[in-house]
């Protein structure tokens, strides 16, 4: 019984470790103005907008998930400033090299300078991707700062893992 016990104990244990693999992931990028954004004021204090806003970034470090280079980002948020304090959440999608696709959200707080100068933190997760990205999940965080005219800039960090090829897929 013990033996029965023990041995069913290893055999999960052997097959969850690869399932829960995480591969290290990093990357930066750098963003100019929003190519879309529409701003509305929302009135109940100075200072106190609603943003919505769409954009593409380029790679200065590029991303490597599963041997494949990140090569085009693009975004869109929402963002609440009230004051020098800011929120955002939104979502992005990343093309790699091969025109797979890593799908992302993100949501974070940033404060911003009477000079303009933004400084912000937040945590991303990805939701899914396409072809060898198909099943795509983890998660990081990000550090941003940038200035109304010269753009931002966002150093990201984090893990990821890929479903195991299944016993199908090897044999074809």
């Avoid at 995480?22 to 103005?33: H, M």
């Avoid at 959200?105 to 939701?127: A, D, I, M, V």
Wanted: proline content about 4%; charged content about 20%; glycine content about 14%.
């Amino acid at each position: 019984m013990k033996c029965k016990s023990l041995c069913l104990a290893v055999l999960l244990a052997g097959l969850a470790g690869p399932a829960l693999a995480q591969t290290p992931v990093s990357g930066t990028i750098k963003c100019p103005k929003s190519d879309d954004s529409k701003t509305v004021d929302v009135r109940d204090q100075a200072g106190h907008v609603l943003i919505l806003e769409k954009g593409s970034c380029s790679w200065s470090v590029p991303s490597e998930i599963a041997g494949l280079k990140s090569t085009a980002y693009t975004g869109a948020d929402t963002v609440e400033v009230a004051g020098a304090k800011s929120q955002a959440r939104g979502y992005a999608v990343m093309t790699m090299d091969n025109g797979d696709k890593a799908y992302a959200r993100f949501q974070g707080t940033g404060t911003t300078t009477k000079e303009g100068t933004l400084t912000g933190e937040g945590t991303w997760s990805y939701t899914g991707g396409t072809g060898k990205l198909k099943g795509l999940k983890g998660k990081g965080t990000y550090k941003i700062s940038g200035t109304p005219d010269a753009g931002s800039e966002a150093q990201l960090e984090g893990e990821y893992s890929l479903p195991e090829p299944s016993a199908t897929a090897n044999k074809k």
